[in-house]
């Protein structure tokens, strides 16, 4: 069946957060000592995590952690004790690098993001961005050029569900016009994303890797489909 409208993710799919933006040069641990590039790569990996608990929590955290892509101030709280759980115990680091995180301008684009989003725009298939998220990405599109080529945003925050429930890719094949069996839903995991096969959407998963190390999984994601 042809495809009539594609579901992007967010994170890991169109953006990641880089290392460079995620540097921990000059900030230390427990004891002291600066985190090594390991330690660094482990931070990162626990704040961009598309699922699973990474790391142990007390009670008063575990609903913060299962509710902080719907709620700003749960995400918040949370994730600052994620970082002090890792070993960035000194506050003023936390909150810094915290404020990273949430600023679509520390979100690379991968090196094909723009032109498959304008290649789709101008083949006349709509889009939708659907994602697990507590703050606004738009002005990342904004600043890359491409956020008329979006036709809607469903983040978690603001529709009050999250990926995987079918719910929200039935929202967004709905606010697109589109069946479900007619849309393509392309993301980095299975566990998440991969929640829009239910619906009957095709589902194309993509690796999250360094945006320097992918050059054009998205094109290929939809390949026939461009313009």
């Known amino acids: 069946m042809s495809i009539d409208a594609v579901l992007f993710d967010f ?20 004891g002291g000592e600066p985190f090594d590039v390991a330690a660094q790569a482990e931070i990162m990996r626990r704040m961009t995590a598309p699922s699973g608990q990474v790391v142990e929590l007390e009670p008063e955290y575990v609903e913060a952690w299962e509710k902080r892509d719907l709620d700003p101030v749960l995400h918040r709280k949370v994730y600052l ?34 032109g498959v989003l304008r290649g789709l725009r101008a083949a006349g298939v709509p889009v939708a961005v659907i994602s697990n998220i507590a703050f606004d990405i738009r002005p990342a599109f904004t600043e890359l050029g491409v956020a008329e080529d979006v036709d809607e945003f ?74």
Do not use: H, N
């Open 11 to 30: 994170s890991g799919t169109l953006f990641r957060l880089e290392e460079t933006a995620w540097s921990l040069g000059g900030f230390t641990d427990s």
């Open 81 to 114: 004790e994620v970082l002090r759980r890792s070993g960035l115990t000194v506050r003023e680091q936390a909150e810094e690098l915290y404020g990273r995180l949430i600023d679509p301008a520390c979100w690379t684009p991968y090196p094909d993001t723009a």
């Open 154 to 227: 469903l983040l978690s925050f603001e529709e009050g569900m999250i990926k995987p429930d079918p719910a929200v890719f039935r929202l967004a094949c709905e606010r697109l016009g589109v069946a479900p069996e007619r849309a393509l839903m392309i993301g980095d995991s299975e566990e998440a994303d991969g929640g829009a096969a239910a619906l009957g959407c095709r589902v194309e998963l993509v690796q999250p890797l360094p945006t320097d190390e992918r050059p054009d999984a998205l094109r290929a994601a939809v390949a026939g489909l461009l313009a």
